[in-house]
């Protein structure tokens, strides 16, 4: 992990008294220590999470692969954009085993954008699906990934795989799409996520995730919750956006809690399986509970 | 015995952080677990837990004040065993 030693800088807009975390610091550090010695990167540390407490504190983590340098430079992702990382072969087992002795029941695993190899980085998803179910044949297994380009061909080699829930992040609504993002495109990752939901198993979800406080309206919030449906996106993840930085892209806006609430009635009423909508929600933040939900156990 | 309180490496870019609220007040009772301070990182505002059970002595940071990772924060006076 780099540390890059940055100071916290007084925002313009100071951050609402409810973007609050509990932080125990014996409990983190045995995490931390434990992650360490797995010599894997964590999105959690990577893209400086604020649940980071939390998770670590109830001995989850969301293990992000192919390297902690990422070859796209989105306005608002706190990951490092730099020279890749050669593919570590060894990097699938020390996942699988991280997983197992961390004991997790529910994995997720993301990466950095590696538009520098010619598969993309989808190889490397597939070896760590297989590496993880040989070890941990009962943990269910969520893959964040990137767009691949919106090459089916790619998509279909980690859809074989059969992860529990392929999840690919819109990030925002389309017109903020190219302030937001970098090389990615609001129909490239809507194609994928519809190649997915297509040609996936009827056991896989089919997960998206976006960011509010970018300066999107709400008719643009439901037109994008309508696009999802339209190709039966199984579940929404909604949180707040912190900007990183104040070189990153800048914060329009700390959404109440009445929005959120509002957008989490709207998204279940269209018919997604679960909605988390909630200012701290992160990707992959108690992402367990989807499959509880849809499961019910 | 007197224990010494630092600031937690909170957020993991960050070392320098805006100290919040007391929680506790010198003289107060504190158990492991209760919120001890609040701090504002990059990211977010953290309440930070006490890691000790006794009688919190002095505070050491005010309110506001920059404060960095690994600084002397606060006393507790630790419950003798």
Redesign the interface.
């Known amino acids: 992990?780099k540390?890059?030693?940055?100071?916290?800088?007084?925002q313009e807009t100071p951050?609402p008294?409810w973007?609050?975390?509990?932080?125990?610091?014996?409990k983190?550090d045995k995490m931390t220590h434990l992650l360490d010695g797995l010599q894997l990167n964590t999105v959690?540390?990577?893209a400086?999470?604020?649940n980071?407490?939390e998770c670590f504190g109830s001995g989850t983590a969301s293990f992000m692969i192919l390297g902690p340098n990422c070859t796209r430079a989105c306005r608002f992702c706190?990951v490092p954009h730099g020279r890749p990382a050669p593919v570590d072969l060894l990097e699938p087992t020390r996942v699988a085993m991280a997983t197992k002795k961390l004991n997790l029941k529910h994995v997720v695993v993301t990466s950095v954008d590696r538009d520098d190899l010619p598969d993309l980085g989808a190889d490397q998803f597939v070896r760590v699906i297989n590496e993880i179910r040989k070890y941990n044949p009962e943990t269910t297994i969520e893959v964040l990934t990137p767009d691949f380009q919106g090459k089916t061909e790619l998509l279909d080699r980690v859809i074989a795989a059969k992860p529990d829930v392929f999840n690919h992040n819109m990030e925002t609504i389309r017109s903020l799409t190219p302030k937001v993002r970098y090389r990615a495109t609001y129909d490239t990752s809507l194609k994928v996520l519809a190649y997915v939901k297509a040609h996936a198993p009827k056991d896989m979800f089919v997960k998206t995730g976006i960011m509010l406080g970018l300066g999107e309206t709400d008719p643009e919030v439901y037109q994008l919750m309508d696009d999802l449906r339209a190709i039966d996106v199984d579940f929404l993840t909604i949180g707040q956006y912190?900007q990183?930085?104040k070189r990153h892209y800048q914060l329009r806006e700390w959404v109440p809690m009445s929005r959120y609430e509002q957008y989490y009635k709207e998204a279940m009423s269209r018919g997604f399986k679960f909605v988390a909508s909630s200012p701290?929600v992160r990707s992959s933040y108690k992402a367990r509970e989807e499959l509880e939900a849809v499961y019910g156990k | 015995m007197l224990k010494e309180v630092h600031m937690p490496k909170l957020s993991p870019k960050s070392d320098e952080y805006f100290f919040g609220t007391w929680q506790k007040q010198p003289g107060d009772a504190v158990k492991q677990g209760d919120i001890l301070f609040e701090v504002e990182t990059d990211k977010v505002i953290s309440e930070v837990q006490s890691q000790e059970d006794g009688i919190l002595k002095a505070q050491l940071v005010d309110e506001g004040a920059a404060t960095k990772v690994g600084d002397l924060v606060a006393t507790i006076e630790v419950n003798e065993e």
């Open positions: 992990m540390d890059l030693h940055t100071k916290t800088v007084k951050k008294t973007l609050k975390v509990t932080y125990d610091q014996r983190v959690c540390a990577e400086n999470c604020p980071l407490g706190d912190v990183p930085s701290l």
